[in-house]
């Protein structure tokens, strides 16, 4: 993956390719990381979307042991999460999106952040292995 802007971008292509290649009869929603939308056009998506919420990044929609699908809010790497200490980044940022996977948890999808590729491929394929 190359080194720019579009990192976020250039993580989700990777991780839908690979989605594509391992499992293709897969039904999934990757989110529009990085798109930048003139103003009107963002205007009239952001009045079609619940309020307050921050949308995690990859909806898998296959239903696996007692999940009704898998949602990942995907990082770059760790250094977005944590702090060289192991702490937990308390941005409003990373506090909506954290509060948005709780919810989608509560409600029966298993939904966490995966830092790079190497992580979110290891999640996924995990959830995959559960029985249906």
Known sequence: MRKNKDE???LQVAITDYLD???PAVLYRSDMAGVKLPIGLAVKLKKIQKEGI???DLTILEPRGRFYGL???LK???EELYTKKGAFRETEHIKAQSETLSLLSQRG???TFACG???AMEIIDEYMGLRQ
């Open 8 to 10: 976020e971008f250039d």
């Open 109 to 111: 999808y298993m939904s």
């Open 117 to 119: 590729i190497d992580e």
């Open 21 to 23: 290649r391992k499992y």
């Open 71 to 73: 949602i990942l809010e």
């Open 76 to 78: 770059k790497n760790w």
């Open 54 to 56: 921050r949308w995690p």
